[in-house]
């Protein structure tokens, strides 16, 4: 492709000259002639003007700044997407949280950026809308998205089939249940919708496929949640799965008040593996969702989109895997 300076050589003008006469510099003072000859000449050379990049990246969440900063893994995921941006020599617009209250109006804005990253489970009518107002969106910790948008995510359903399947081969007589909340789904206007938790869904699957009685328990997300519902409990399973680790830290912590020995009586398995893991006592066994992974791939996607280097969508499934500590063995003692 041609160039300013091409196109300089051959209208025997300066480069300066030429640059500002394709901007339409209303300042340049030059012959009317000059300025024909270097468009004619631009136009010769098919010189296109290169487009100015929209380096600017903007965040969706549902998720408020106090949530943000109390909950480990928005917090760590967060981290990750700011700590890529940076390294890929991209900003980060003020972050727009859908709220109770929110205007579809301040969807304005979103049009203005380069690409959106949008963390969290919005309905598909949400998804749609941010995609007619910028299609250079890459959606975060939901696989429910159409396939004509980008997302990446890992398959907690297929996730915890093999980590029930994993705990059955080694422990086959052990009665397994499973703590955890419901799936929020957002709308635009910060209504809340309800289902079921994939984790959940697949617990109860496998349970009927093995002719097992369900112990699943619908408490929430939050360390209370466990710490009450198994200080609460009649009788205790030989195997907790929590849906994530805050709540299987707060199993932990429960067992513990009931002088439960952990894991010689019972075994405890987290979901995601936060990095306060390591420092609970036992250290938590926990299925490991690679939260620094999802931000460098969201961010590498979204700049891809921005640089128009590909045009096909993309989902990117990452993989788990299993970390085991204290809490719980995958192997038979």
Request: aromatic share 6%; with cysteine; hydrophobic share 35%.
């Amino acid at each position: 492709m041609a160039s300013i300076r091409d196109i300089a050589k051959q209208a025997g003008v300066s480069p300066g000259t030429v640059s500002r006469v394709l901007n339409e510099d209303p300042t340049l003072s030059v012959a009317d002639s000059t300025r024909t000859r270097i468009l004619n000449t631009a136009k010769e050379l098919e010189y296109h003007k290169a487009e100015r990049v929209n380096r600017q990246v903007q965040i969706i969440t549902y998720a408020s700044r106090r949530r943000e900063m109390a909950d480990p893994f928005h917090r760590e995921l967060r981290l990750a997407i700011e700590s890529e941006i940076k390294k890929l020599n991209l900003t980060l617009k003020k972050t727009l949280r859908i709220e109770t209250g929110f205007k579809k109006q301040d969807l304005q804005d979103v049009k203005k950026a380069g690409a959106v990253l949008v963390i969290g489970n919005f309905s598909l009518e949400a998804l749609k809308e941010i995609y007619r107002h910028n299609p250079n969106m890459v959606v975060i910790n939901n696989k429910q998205v159409p396939d004509y948008i980008d997302a990446v995510y890992s398959d907690l359903e297929q996730a915890m089939y093999q980590l029930l399947n994993q705990i059955r081969d080694t422990y086959h007589d052990a009665h397994i249940a499973y703590y955890g909340g419901i799936r929020e789904e957002r709308n635009l206007d910060g209504k809340e919708a309800y289902e079921n938790d994939a984790r959940y869904h697949a617990y109860l699957s496998w349970c009927q496929q093995h002719d097992e009685i369900p112990n699943g328990n619908l408490i929430g997300w939050e360390r209370e949640d466990g710490f009450e519902a198994i200080t609460e409990a009649d009788t205790i399973p030989d195997v907790l799965i929590a849906g994530n680790d805050m709540v299987a830290i707060g199993l932990i912590q429960g067992l513990q008040q009931r002088g439960v020995t952990i894991p010689k009586d019972v075994g405890v398995i987290g979901f995601n593996d936060l990095d306060v893991n390591q420092y609970v006592t036992p250290s938590l066994t926990s299925v490991r969702i690679d939260i620094e992974q999802f931000g460098k791939s969201a961010v590498l996607m979204a700049k891809e989109r921005i640089q128009k280097t590909r045009q096909s969508a993309m989902h990117i499934v990452i993989q788990t895997k299993q970390i085991e500590r204290q809490s719980f063995s995958f192997k038979n003692q």
